[in-house]
């Protein structure tokens, strides 16, 4: 069974600086996917980043990047220049293989909070 | 825009009563899918369904029930089956069951009282 673990129940960064979410996963699977949402105070889940476990670079997208170790099955979050709107919930998760039925797997989620 | 719509946003039940929570995506998304959310706990997946006229149970699917006669709708019943169904539900599509990109609702957030 696929399992995602997120060891920082809350952390805190100060603005304008990076800071780094945990995320680690365990699967027998060779081929699956890794994600990240931001879940604000309203509780939408907004889509953030995603790496497939055949990609051999790391994703970025915008101030996001996801620092990717295959061997150590970690997929850690890391935020550069935090901003206020950052203060929120993030989830990594973990998808099963193409032609399963793309069920997504979460963690229990970080709570970011981004401080003057 | 294409999107999902979750109604209602609250929704307050009473004990040994049925609800149904409405799901809608103009998306024209292949699957859907159902989590819930409760506090300190990431989300649980409940119901899915990959095409219309079949869904298949989750890891919590006990309580609940779902339908799927349109490709644009995936209703979510919380039955008085469920023991504690107080929690905030979501709703997802994704285009390709096999890709795993999800786009979701705004949610549901379901009180007994």
């Known amino acids: 069974a696929q399992k995602i673990t997120q060891t920082q129940p809350g952390m805190f960064v100060q603005e304008k600086e990076a800071v780094t979410l945990d995320c680690t996963y365990d699967t027998s699977d060779q081929s699956y996917g890794l994600f990240w949402y931001k879940q604000p105070s309203s509780g939408e889940m907004i889509f953030l980043i995603y790496?497939?476990?055949?990609?051999?670079q790391n994703a970025t997208e915008g101030r996001y990047s996801l620092n990717f170790q295959k061997a150590r099955k970690s997929a850690n979050l890391v935020i550069s220049a935090s901003q206020l709107g950052d203060s929120a919930m993030y989830f990594c998760?973990?998808?099963?293989?193409?032609?399963?039925?793309?069920?997504?797997?979460f963690g229990t989620g970080t709570r970011l909070q981004v401080t003057l | 825009d294409g999107g999902i719509t979750q109604s209602p946003k609250y929704l307050f039940r009473k004990e040994g009563q049925n609800v149904t929570l409405s799901c809608e995506q103009n998306?024209?998304?292949?699957?859907m899918y159902w989590y819930r959310q409760d506090p300190g706990q990431g989300l649980r997946l409940i119901y899915y369904s990959q095409i219309v006229n079949d869904f298949q149970k989750g890891d919590i699917a006990e309580g609940y029930s779902v339908s799927r006669e349109k490709k644009e709708s995936f209703p979510l019943t919380v039955t008085s089956a469920q023991k504690n169904p107080t929690a905030f539900y979501l709703c997802?599509?994704?285009?390709?069951?096999?890709?795993?990109?999800?786009?979701f609702g705004s949610g549901t957030r379901l009180t007994v009282v």
């Open positions: 997802a599509s994704s285009r390709d069951p096999g890709s795993g990109g999800y786009t």
């Open positions: 998760a973990m998808r099963e293989p193409r032609g399963a039925a793309s069920k997504l797997t």
């Open positions: 790496q497939g476990s055949y990609d051999e």
């Open positions: 998306l024209n998304h292949d699957a």
